[in-house]
């Protein structure tokens, strides 16, 4: 019991980036366990897993629509969940800082599930691809539009790479062009889906500014917890828009860090202000 209550109440603790992740190192570690299981017991069948993959072909994906979703939880690799983690907790964090987690979760799960509309409907139209059996997985596409909101948002955000520093404009075009010129050469469904939960994330944030999130359903998925601040950008009245912009600006350049006591205090009264 004793174990039990730490493990939840390290649940607890995680924030909403946190929580994803973890469901997605889950989710990739339990084939694993489950192979295990049935090779004990004589069964070498793992095929209950393609109930969770999403197909290209429209007569097997009307069987399973929920395939949508859960496409986006299951992982080939070890590399290929890492570098998905990696890249979604240094953007889905400084998004969740921002704006909170209703955002969060809502914007890489419809990026997930755009991810995979885009591959199935690319699938169906383009005569490359016909009579083609291919099914997808992995978090990508989310990952994608969770990196293109942000760049949507504040294109010169400064990311360190290893002695330099780049702005996020120049780290998003290079993925999309790289995701264009590798359709042709290999995992072409992926590359199409990297691009769907891209320009659906850039799309979102310019929807977002305008104070409209296009996307609610997802929300009771995961217990709600409070955000370090949260705001929405060019809605908020009762401060000024101004003064966030310019805290804003600072964070784009130094990280949220540098701000200092009053400045955050100030971004996390706004938000509660905006949440009223």
């Not at 889950?26 to 109930?51: A, Q, R």
């Not at 921002?98 to 690319?122: A, D, M, P, Q, R």
Request: a positive charge; hydrophobic letters at 45%; proline letters at 3%.
């Amino acid at each position: 019991m004793e174990l039990k209550n730490k493990i939840n109440l390290y649940i607890s603790n995680l924030n909403i980036v946190e929580k994803i992740i973890l469901i997605n190192v889950v989710v990739y570690l339990l084939p694993f366990i489950l192979k295990t299981i049935l090779f004990l017991f004589g069964i070498n069948d793992l095929s209950i897993l393609n109930w969770l993959t999403i197909s290209a072909d429209l007569s097997e994906l009307i069987f399973k629509p929920w395939s949508l979703l859960t496409y986006g939880f299951l992982h080939g690799s070890l590399s290929h969940i890492f570098w998905n983690m990696i890249i979604f907790y240094y953007f889905g964090n400084i998004i969740y800082n921002l704006f909170g987690e209703k955002l969060i979760i809502n914007l890489f799960l419809s990026g997930i599930v755009i991810g995979g509309i885009t591959y199935v409907f690319s699938y169906n139209i383009f005569p490359a691809f016909k009579n083609v059996n291919s099914v997808m997985i992995g978090a990508s596409a989310g990952v994608m539009s969770v990196l293109f909101f942000l760049t949507s948002y504040s294109p010169n955000y400064k990311i360190r790479l290893i002695f330099f520093d780049v702005k996020i404009i120049y780290i998003a075009l290079f993925l999309f062009f790289y995701d264009i010129i590798q359709i042709p050469l290999n995992n072409s469904g992926g590359h199409i889906a990297h691009i769907g939960g891209a320009v659906w994330g850039y799309y979102y944030c310019i929807k977002y500014n305008n104070g409209r999130d296009l996307v609610g359903i997802f929300n009771s998925f995961f217990k709600r917890s409070n955000p370090k601040f949260n705001f929405k950008p060019k809605n908020n009245k009762s401060f000024d828009q101004n003064k966030i912009d310019s805290i804003l600006d600072k964070i784009s350049d130094s990280g949220y860090d540098s701000l200092s006591k009053s400045e955050k205090e100030y971004l996390f009264n706004a938000g509660k202000d905006n949440d009223k």
